[in-house]
């Protein structure tokens, strides 16, 4: 079991180490898309905030449909860019990174798909929560305390599990349910070092988190430039390197059963 940990945390930093060289050679063409992501989010909340009783609500709907498209879009436009940048591929035209209509709704029906899992998993979560109540557990404590903890801990399974759709819709141009049943039997077996992953790519993000409840204002600050000029566009590098290694080393079906991988 240690040499397992061993092994799983030294190729977890491998991975990140790989991410952050990719990251150094071509920075600002991935910093670029994730700065595009924040003004394109932060723009449509300012326009909703102050557009709110201004404009009629037929431009209203067009407008949320347009930054829904071009969010979106610019996030399928990164994953493609990270895909390229593990894969080598250098002198790709710039239209050749714009998703096409099938990828787009392709990625539009899974996210929908998320979200309704979520859904889903919090109501089980407060039924399975629910007998609780008779053994003296209060409700509050059944509402704001267990059922976000367990919910949260289902969710995070499901989102390693699944997280890997948008890739094979993009690199093997998978429909989204056949996606999805590869990135089950991706993951399978690699729970430990995808969380891993996840965890040292967090880590500043935690450690921001930390410094600012101990009250290290200035630590907390250098934490958050870390944050967003490193870790935040280095992302998308780790999750396809991530991918192009497990892809390598994926041995299952062809097409792969979705009741078989779960577990």
């Known amino acids: 079991m240690l040499q397992y940990f061993k092994e799983s945390t030294f190729r977890a930093n491998e991975v990140f180490l790989r991410a952050i060289k990719l990251l150094k050679s071509h920075y600002f063409s991935v910093a670029g898309l994730c700065f595009l ?26 407008l949320l449909f347009i930054f829904l498209v071009l969010f979106f879009s610019l996030q399928l436009i ?29 990625f539009m029906v899974g996210l929908l798909i998320a979200i309704f899992i979520s859904v889903l998993v919090a109501c089980v979560m407060y039924v399975l929560c629910f007998p609780l109540l008779y053994i003296g557990v ?3 404590t059944v509402m704001y305390e267990v059922h976000p903890l367990v919910t949260a801990i289902i969710s995070m399974l499901i989102i390693l599990r699944t997280m890997f759709f948008p890739f094979f819709i993009l690199d093997k141009d998978f429909r989204v349910f056949k996606a999805y049943r590869f990135s089950i039997a991706l993951t399978k077996g690699n729970f430990f070092r995808l969380f891993l992953v996840l965890l040292i790519v967090s880590s500043a993000f935690l450690l921001q988190l930390g410094a600012e409840y101990m009250g290290y204002n200035i630590l907390a600050r250098i934490f958050s430039i870390i944050n967003s000029f490193v870790i935040i566009p280095s ?5 396809a390197v991530v991918y192009t290694d497990m892809i ?13 991988n779960i577990i």
């Open 37 to 62: 992501l924040f003004i394109t989010n932060n723009l449509s909340s300012f326009l909703a905030m102050y557009l709110n009783d201004s404009i009629d609500s037929w431009l209203k709907i067009l």
């Open 138 to 140: 209060s409700m509050e």
């Open 78 to 106: 990164l994953i493609r860019r990270a895909l390229n940048l593990v894969y080598h591929r250098e002198g790709m035209s710039v239209l050749s990174y714009i998703p096409t209509a099938k990828h787009f709704l392709s």
């Open 235 to 239: 992302v998308s590098l780790v999750l």
């Open 248 to 260: 390598k080393e994926y041995q299952g079906e062809d097409d792969p059963q979705l009741l078989k």
